[in-house]
């Protein structure tokens, strides 16, 4: 009787497609949103992720996510360095400072400082230049999303197109000469500012004069040594906070969570997607099973019993399910590689995929089960009737 | 034309009631009817008189409210409803003035679902379904939809898949009602010739007069009673 209901179901052309679409809707809204939503919870840590060195970040106590920095005594390094278990420990400076363009005008960007002599922390890929060019006089290594945009030269003549910065120009920040050493590519950053990195010391010369310039301690642990547990061992010799790089992930993320807009913007495109999806498809199954009453009530007085008939409706609602949510998750995926160059945040990783799938799942159940309690109360008498 | 004298069917006393209260509408009051094996019954009347109600009583779809009604010995009310749908999947066909086929199935198909419900497994069933369309003189067809078919090839379908599982007992209630008078007196001369055999009866329900001669014996109701039963057409005027 499976081949029947198949039939069944595809052989209402309308209605079929009908249902394909409400499905592949609901699905392809759900991961696209979802995805971007991901996305753009992944550009918060994105310089977390980037910085694949360190096992544990120290910071001040009262950080609640990276951009949140709260600068430490520069003794705290060699705090850090003397707890058991610290393979290596080295200061991060990171900071907002001001880049002054050629024409005058003036751009904040993310100014990331590394340890002088093993420049740990530097970017994940090198465009143009090597990371060691930075020990080179007044030397800075910038994004080169930011070279061709926001820090590119800005055009002689009006309406002229803007020229990207190379190696080898210069850049003023906080009033201090510095040199493009290299270009290098970095996750974008959630206000998408420009990254400028340099050594540990120069950063510290561009800053503004204070008493306290370290922001992070980065440390490696020693081989075998637990990374959460090497964390509380510093958390308790130090009375610093000390996170895993997965730790520091989930706090910034929760900040970005709790206190953006961002989660119930996206919720609301997820929730519209899955009640739109819901509505559709539900309301096309169902009124496909009412066409098809007769039908099943001819099936019934034939002898076929509530069992199968459950069956055959959830084989019909599993099969469009099972297509609906491919065609929308093949768009979506679609979309995504159409857009990987551009601005947009977009990243669809398992269990958004899983998710979307129970989302539609739950649909198709929830249709069936509609479209069921219609089919099992009906009474085949009603063959008869014409 | 009786070719065996056991009870096929037997309603004692059966009454059935639509609604309650004021709105009571009382369809069946009191029948009594025998039909024998290898029998053609026929059950005529005015509209209203509740045909309908008494051939979906005994083919095991509805329940009467008093009375027994047994087919082949089972007293099917009694039945829990899964033995009632499996009785009603092993010993009766039907047949539907609307034929009720399955539009996205095609006419083989269509003829094998009483197979299909059973567990036969689908090639088994759609051939064994063929065969049957050629006893119904449409063997060429049986690629067809419904919607490809006239009405009068559509009921050859229907009847086929009444047989096809070869049930004690096949109902068809107006089975040439929605057919012009010359395809519908084609598809009862098609039903006698292959559905009635040995050990097959069939319950009829129609008020085409011009079809009562392919009856072996008629029923004739009024009001939820059975009038007369009578073995000729020319007895019911009388
Ligand atoms: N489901 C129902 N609910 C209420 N009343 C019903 C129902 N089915 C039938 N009736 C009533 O029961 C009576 C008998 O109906 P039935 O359908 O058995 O008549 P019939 O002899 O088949 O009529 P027709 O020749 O018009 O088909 C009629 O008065 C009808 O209105
Ligand atoms: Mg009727």
Redesign the interface.
Same mark, same amino acid.
């Given at each position: 009787m499976n081949f029947v209901a198949l039939k069944m179901l595809v052989g209402d052309r309308a209605k079929y497609i009908g249902i394909l679409i409400g499905l592949t809707f609901a699905s392809l809204l759900i991961t696209q949103q979802s995805s971007i939503f991901w996305g753009l919870m992944c550009r918060t840590f994105g310089q977390i992720s980037d910085m694949g060195q360190p096992d544990v970040w120290v910071m001040d106590r009262k950080v609640q996510f990276i951009d949140d920095v709260k600068p430490l005594q520069s003794t705290e390094l060699y705090r850090v360095r003397g707890v058991e278990g610290v393979e290596w420990a080295a200061p991060l400076y990171k900071g907002l400072l001001k880049a002054r363009l050629s024409n005058g005008s003036f751009q904040t960007v993310i100014c990331l400082g590394l340890d002088d002599s093993t420049l740990i922390g530097g970017p994940p890929e090198m465009v143009e230049g090597k990371l060691e060019d930075l020990r080179r006089a007044e030397g800075v290594i910038v994004d080169v999303v930011a070279a061709n945009g926001k820090l590119a030269k800005p055009a002689a003549t009006e309406g002229g197109a803007p020229t990207p910065l190379h190696v080898g120009d210069t850049l003023e920040i906080n009033d201090h000469r510095a040199v493009v050493v290299g270009l290098c590519r970095v996750s974008r950053t959630f206000q998408s500012q420009p990254v400028v990195f340099t050594t540990y010391s120069r950063a510290t010369t561009f800053a503004p004069r204070e008493r306290k310039l370290l922001s992070f301690v980065l440390v490696g642990a020693k081989p075998g040594v637990d990374h959460a547990e090497l964390g509380k061992r510093i958390r308790a010799a130090t009375g610093l906070a000390a996170w895993t790089a997965d730790e520091f992930k989930a706090m910034t993320m929760k900040y970005f969570l709790k206190y953006t807009g961002i989660p119930v913007n996206f919720g609301m495109a997820v929730l519209l997607g899955f009640l739109i999806g819901t509505v559709i498809a539900g309301q096309t199954f169902y009124s496909f099973t009412l066409e098809n009453i007769r039908q099943f009530g001819a099936l019934k007085a034939m002898g076929t019993g509530n069992g199968t008939l459950l069956r055959m409706i959830l084989l019909q609602s599993l099969l469009a399910g099972t297509i609906g949510y491919g065609i929308g998750v093949g768009l979506a995926s679609a979309f995504g590689l159409l857009t990987r160059n551009t601005e947009l945040a977009f990243r669809m990783p398992w269990w958004v995929l899983a998710a979307s799938a129970g989302a539609v799942l739950f649909i198709c159940m929830l249709s069936a089960l509609l479209s069921i309690r219609k089919v099992m109360r009906l009474e085949p008498a009603i063959v008869f009737k014409s | 034309m009786i070719t065996a004298v056991d009870e096929a069917v037997v309603c004692r006393g059966v009454t059935k009631t639509y609604g309650a209260g004021p709105d009571a509408v009382p369809a069946l009051r009191g029948i009594d009817l025998e039909v024998k094996s290898g029998e053609l019954m026929m059950l005529v009347g005015p509209s209203g008189c509740g045909k &309908?109600t008494l *051939?979906?009583v005994i +083919?095991g *779809? $509805?329940d009467q409210d008093e009375g027994t009604c047994s087919v082949f010995g089972e007293d099917v009310k009694q039945l829990s409803? =899964?033995a009632k &749908?499996? #009785? =009603?999947? =092993?010993t %009766?066909g #039907?047949v539907? @003035? +609307?034929f009720?086929l399955?539009?996205? $199935?095609n006419a083989a198909?269509n003829v094998a %679902?009483?197979l299909? *419900? @059973?567990g036969v497994p /689908?090639k088994e069933a759609v051939a064994r379904g063929r065969d049957v369309l050629e006893r119904v003189g449409i063997g060429n067809r049986w690629r067809s939809l419904p919607s490809q078919l006239s009405g009068g090839q559509q009921q050859r379908v229907a009847i086929g /898949?009444a047989l096809v599982h070869d049930p004690k007992l096949i109902v068809c209630?107006?089975p040439t009602s929605s057919l012009d008078q010359e395809t519908g007196h084609k598809v009862m001369e098609i039903l006698r010739a292959v559905a009635v055999g040995p050990g097959r009866s069939l319950v009829i329900v129609t008020h085409d007069a011009r079809v009562f001669e392919f009856a072996d014996r008629i029923a004739k109701m009024n009001d939820g009673r059975i009038e007369r039963v009578v073995s000729s057409p020319k007895d019911l005027r009388s």
């Amino acid at each position: 009787m499976n081949f029947v209901a198949l039939k069944m179901l595809v052989g209402d052309r309308a209605k079929y497609i009908g249902i394909l679409i409400g499905l592949t809707f609901a699905s392809l809204l759900i991961t696209q949103q979802s995805s971007i939503f991901w996305g753009l919870m992944c550009r918060t840590f994105g310089q977390i992720s980037d910085m694949g060195q360190p096992d544990v970040w120290v910071m001040d106590r009262k950080v609640q996510f990276i951009d949140d920095v709260k600068p430490l005594q520069s003794t705290e390094l060699y705090r850090v360095r003397g707890v058991e278990g610290v393979e290596w420990a080295a200061p991060l400076y990171k900071g907002l400072l001001k880049a002054r363009l050629s024409n005058g005008s003036f751009q904040t960007v993310i100014c990331l400082g590394l340890d002088d002599s093993t420049l740990i922390g530097g970017p994940p890929e090198m465009v143009e230049g090597k990371l060691e060019d930075l020990r080179r006089a007044e030397g800075v290594i910038v994004d080169v999303v930011a070279a061709n945009g926001k820090l590119a030269k800005p055009a002689a003549t009006e309406g002229g197109a803007p020229t990207p910065l190379h190696v080898g120009d210069t850049l003023e920040i906080n009033d201090h000469r510095a040199v493009v050493v290299g270009l290098c590519r970095v996750s974008r950053t959630f206000q998408s500012q420009p990254v400028v990195f340099t050594t540990y010391s120069r950063a510290t010369t561009f800053a503004p004069r204070e008493r306290k310039l370290l922001s992070f301690v980065l440390v490696g642990a020693k081989p075998g040594v637990d990374h959460a547990e090497l964390g509380k061992r510093i958390r308790a010799a130090t009375g610093l906070a000390a996170w895993t790089a997965d730790e520091f992930k989930a706090m910034t993320m929760k900040y970005f969570l709790k206190y953006t807009g961002i989660p119930v913007n996206f919720g609301m495109a997820v929730l519209l997607g899955f009640l739109i999806g819901t509505v559709i498809a539900g309301q096309t199954f169902y009124s496909f099973t009412l066409e098809n009453i007769r039908q099943f009530g001819a099936l019934k007085a034939m002898g076929t019993g509530n069992g199968t008939l459950l069956r055959m409706i959830l084989l019909q609602s599993l099969l469009a399910g099972t297509i609906g949510y491919g065609i929308g998750v093949g768009l979506a995926s679609a979309f995504g590689l159409l857009t990987r160059n551009t601005e947009l945040a977009f990243r669809m990783p398992w269990w958004v995929l899983a998710a979307s799938a129970g989302a539609v799942l739950f649909i198709c159940m929830l249709s069936a089960l509609l479209s069921i309690r219609k089919v099992m109360r009906l009474e085949p008498a009603i063959v008869f009737k014409s | 034309m009786i070719t065996a004298v056991d009870e096929a069917v037997v309603c004692r006393g059966v009454t059935k009631t639509y609604g309650a209260g004021p709105d009571a509408v009382p369809a069946l009051r009191g029948i009594d009817l025998e039909v024998k094996s290898g029998e053609l019954m026929m059950l005529v009347g005015p509209s209203g008189c509740g045909k &309908t109600t008494l *051939i979906s009583v005994i +083919a095991g *779809i $509805l329940d009467q409210d008093e009375g027994t009604c047994s087919v082949f010995g089972e007293d099917v009310k009694q039945l829990s409803p =899964r033995a009632k &749908t499996a #009785f =009603r999947g =092993r010993t %009766v066909g #039907f047949v539907f @003035q +609307a034929f009720n086929l399955l539009p996205a $199935l095609n006419a083989a198909e269509n003829v094998a %679902v009483p197979l299909l *419900i @059973q567990g036969v497994p /689908r090639k088994e069933a759609v051939a064994r379904g063929r065969d049957v369309l050629e006893r119904v003189g449409i063997g060429n067809r049986w690629r067809s939809l419904p919607s490809q078919l006239s009405g009068g090839q559509q009921q050859r379908v229907a009847i086929g /898949r009444a047989l096809v599982h070869d049930p004690k007992l096949i109902v068809c209630d107006e089975p040439t009602s929605s057919l012009d008078q010359e395809t519908g007196h084609k598809v009862m001369e098609i039903l006698r010739a292959v559905a009635v055999g040995p050990g097959r009866s069939l319950v009829i329900v129609t008020h085409d007069a011009r079809v009562f001669e392919f009856a072996d014996r008629i029923a004739k109701m009024n009001d939820g009673r059975i009038e007369r039963v009578v073995s000729s057409p020319k007895d019911l005027r009388s």
